[in-house]
């Protein structure tokens, strides 16, 4: 099983509510962790939210448990981001971390840790497919315009995936 650490209010700039001004009320984190409890109970990974304390948190960090969902706020002084780097290395290979964070990204994958954005999960939570089943990848660049001619040097099958969007579909899928 994996452990799942994501940026909260990083999750809850690309909601629907991303556009206004409720993205950050606690309404919004509520809505958000009933979402991620839902998912957390049709995946069975256990889920931790790390949420910015930094501004008005407390003298240490905040833990609290709800539906399952692990909910970190950081303390006073230290940011979101400091927390989850912290947690990527502590559970390296066996954790994915969800930020659209350049810097958590690169220091949660130097750790070992799968790394998704904030959209890409957003997209998992809602099931949403990326593109419609039974359609090859090349079928779909090429499908308004003229199909492209290939240079005669050029091997391998011209509808499958790059090497590395197959490695990296294949560690999305458990998620």
Partial sequence: MAHLIIDGYNLLGVGPRGGTGERWSEAAREDLLRRLTSYRRRKG????????????????????SRGGIDVIYSRRGEQADDVIRRLAAEFGAECAVVSSDG?????????????????????????APLRPAGVPFKELENESGPRERRSPDKKGNPRKLPKSLRNRRRQLKGF
């Fill in 45 to 64: 990974h256990a889920v931790t939210v790390v949420f910015d304390g930094w501004r008005a948190g407390g003298v240490s960090e905040q833990r609290d």
């Fill in 103 to 127: 810097e958590v990204r690169r220091s949660a994958g130097a750790a070992g840790a799968l790394v998704l954005t904030a959209q890409e999960f957003w997209m998992k939570l809602y099931e």
